[in-house]
């Protein structure tokens, strides 16, 4: 459920003669692909932004899945990174949602497995004659043998009890173990979460020739590592699909060839506090680190309303960032910014407001018998008051405590007409009162059940106030 939207779409045929035979042009093309959407249920609100910059070509395709499975609440997003042309990459983006889905282990919930199943069989698929000319067709004669294309893939997997939201519904609501993150990753291309109010994890890690393992492999294979870092001279990354003049070895593994088709995959259970989702191919790192695309992201997002505005507040501020990232002279930036550049931002939470998550945390309240529902009420606060360490002081958190259960008792008993308890509403304002509580905020007896409640309640919300006010504190850009 995504808009496309190009700017710029018109090409002029003198910008089209620029391109250099070194595979540069000598003005960078700025025009952006932008496109956004969110899944059923405003599940996996998404933004993305795509330009090819200085490059004579266009090489990244990507994939915006938001509804991939919506009855098993999956969402699905990638990022293929194209070398020596964009055909792999395209056929790449074309065929994996249909492989992932046609897998034996997707049939059965191990989504881990169906992408390695997936990815193998695009290695078959790109070896096989028709795919051989399905590529040859797209880049006018080249074929995989001296192409290839990274890949940074996320399947998004709903909580059970968010699968069947509605329309209004936030996503992922709270912490839940069915609620989980895969990253598959193949390459030199990221993938990086935003959790918490300023924490950033890194969940790929760049496939280069300078990593031990990836370096200790080559070697294995009978290849080398130039100091440049590169592959037998020429790639500098070490996994990648297609690329079959290095993986000419039927002796050795798909893992063991010089370049390995082999993905690596990570999980992560998802929680509230995880915010946005970043995939990007390598040219958007290029200039800033993890945290500075974070940051940059999410001050544009501020600075525009972006909580407000939906999903075409995702697609502008990666617009943003890639007028940010481009170099503006290549000789100065030593050819960094000069790449294809491919970004989308997902907003985990979907259409949730700050106003949403305040609502979630004030407790609701089935209608009982009053005498019950006092006592359920009242030793409810108490047991949350005690847990409240970060937000209560120690005297005042025991003060009200024992204010609830005392509440509770009396409303558990027989009502008497001589018998009065008393109890606490907020928390007194000094230290003088601070172990005294005025018997007008509650008063037990017959026919005065409504006041006892009413009282109970008052202090019930103040404590909810505090806990939302921690929650929210704890997590200031959370939409």
Known sequence: MGRRRRRGAGRDVAEDEEAEEDGFRSRPLTNKELQHGAGLGCRAMYGLAAMQGWRAAMEDAHIALPDFDTDRGLSLFGVFDGHGGAAVAQVVAERLPGLLRSRPAYGSHKYAEAFRQAFASLEDVLRSPSGQREVSRRSRGDTAWCMGCTAVVVLIVAAANDIAAKPAACWP?????????????????????????????????????????????????????????????????????????????????????????????????LTSADRYLILGCDGIFERMSNEA????????????????????????????????????????TQGLG??????????????????????????????????????????????????????????????????????????????????????????????????????????????????????????????????????????????
């Open 173 to 269: 609501r709270t912490a839940s173990a069915d609620a989980e993150l895969l990253v598959v990753n193949l390459g030199d291309s990221r993938c990086v979460l935003a959790s918490g109010g300023s924490s950033v994890i890194a969940m790929s890690e760049d496939h280069t020739p300078k990593l031990p393992n990836e370096r200790l492999r080559i070697k294995r294979a009978g290849g080398f590592v130039n100091k440049e870092g590169r592959v037998n001279g020429n790639l500098n990354l070490s996994r990648a699909l297609g690329d079959f003049i290095y993986k000419r070895n039927q002796r050795l593994k798909p893992e063991e060839q010089l370049i390995s088709g082999v993905p690596e995959i990570r999980r992560r259970k």
């Open 293 to 332: 695309i974070v940051r940059n992201l999410s001050a544009e997002l501020e600075a525009k309303g972006g909580q407000q505005s939906g999903p075409r507040a995702l697609s502008l501020a990666c617009g943003i960032l890639l007028d940010k990232l481009i170099s503006k002279n290549p000789v100065k």
């Open 338 to 479: 000069c790449d294809n550049m491919t970004v989308i931002l997902v907003n985990l939470h979907g259409c949730r407001t700050a106003k949403q998550l305040d609502l979630e945390n004030i407790p609701t309240l089935r209608k009982r018998p009053a005498a019950e529902m006092e006592a359920a009420t009242g030793n409810d606060a108490a047991n949350r008051i005690d847990g409240m360490e970060g937000s209560l002081p120690k005297r005042e958190r025991k003060g009200l405590a024992a204010a609830f259960r005392s509440a509770s008792a009396a409303a558990s008993s027989p009502p008497s007409a001589n018998t009065s308890h008393v109890a606490s509403g907020p928390p007194p304002r000094n230290r003088r009162q601070r172990n005294h509580f005025s018997a007008s905020a509650l008063t037990v007896g017959r026919g005065r059940s409504r006041y006892r409640r009413h009282a109970v309640l008052r202090a019930q919300t103040w404590a909810a106030r505090q806990r939302r006010r921690a929650a929210l504190l704890t997590h200031p850009s959370i939409c």
